[in-house]
């Protein structure tokens, strides 16, 4: 079985910085790449940056350039670190794993429980 556990969340006043963390744990898997996704209240949820195990990048145009997304391959955990917050990126963010499970090396998505981020103006 597979866990993603995420962590970081909080208030930040316009302009701060959060991290965020991701860990996967369990047995026999591996990591083909892990995406950040936020969802703002009433609206759809949408793809914020995805990170490859060999560290490869793509942010969506909303976070390019104040958002940087690592990855700790020997801890199994992803980072995101969101600099220069502004309220329009208040909302839930989900990690998501594009794993590679058990004997067989089944390849899945998985999700996180969401962290809550809010930017207050």
């Known amino acids: 079985q597979v866990q993603l556990v995420e962590s970081g969340g909080g208030l930040v006043q316009a302009g701060g910085s959060l991290r965020l963390s991701c860990q996967v744990s369990g047995t026999m898997f591996s990591i083909n790449a892990m995406n950040w996704h936020r969802q703002a209240p009433g609206k759809q949820r949408e793809l914020v940056a995805t990170?490859?195990?060999?560290?490869?990048?793509t942010y969506a145009d909303s976070v390019k350039g104040r958002f940087i997304a690592t990855i700790d391959n020997t801890w199994n955990t992803v980072y995101l670190q969101m600099d220069n917050l502004q309220p329009e990126d208040t909302g839930v963010y989900y990690c998501?794993?594009?794993?590679?499970?058990?004997?067989?090396?089944?390849?899945?998505?998985?999700w996180g429980q969401g962290t809550q981020v809010t930017v207050s103006s």
């Open positions: 990170i490859t195990h060999r560290g490869a990048t």
């Open positions: 998501n794993g594009d794993l590679s499970v058990g004997w067989e090396f089944r390849r899945n998505d998985y």
